[in-house]
């Protein structure tokens, strides 16, 4: 199983991304995916989740300026990142709670990680 996450870059603050997360290879079926960020010197934090129904939870740093969703069909999550402030700067880290297959209990697969910078 894989995760490539893609999206990040640098923007002036006030600014909009839009990060992307494909889970590929052999899997059964995937619960929650989500995004946490690790900033330099920080721990890393948890941005957002989504569950296979749909039901989202974000960071409070973050409410009414991120939204995540997800394409089942394409095992893909996104974040849309709008009015991003310096705060923001970090590396973004998607996850997939998922199982390879049916017998398999779930587990959590993570990308390698895009750098997001917020900077005038």
């Known amino acids: 199983v894989q995760l490539q996450a893609s999206g990040g870059g640098l923007v002036q603050p006030g600014g909009s991304l839009r990060l992307s997360c494909a889970a590929s290879?052999?899997?059964?079926?995937?619960?929650?995916m989500g995004w946490y960020r690790q900033a330099p010197g920080k721990q890393r934090e948890l941005v957002a989740t989504?569950?296979?129904?749909?039901?989202?939870n974000y960071a409070d740093s973050v409410k009414g300026r991120f939204t995540i969703s997800r394409d089942n069909a394409k095992n893909t999550v996104y974040l849309q990142m709008n009015s991003l402030k310096p705060e923001d700067t970090a590396v973004y880290y998607c996850?997939?709670?998922?199982?390879?297959?049916?017998?398999?209990?779930?587990?959590?697969?993570w990308g390698q990680g895009t750098q997001v910078t917020v900077s005038s």
């Open positions: 996850f997939a709670n998922l199982r390879k297959y049916v017998s398999d209990s779930y587990s959590n697969y």
């Open positions: 290879g052999s899997i059964f079926s995937i619960n929650a």
């Open positions: 989504i569950t296979s129904g749909g039901s989202t």
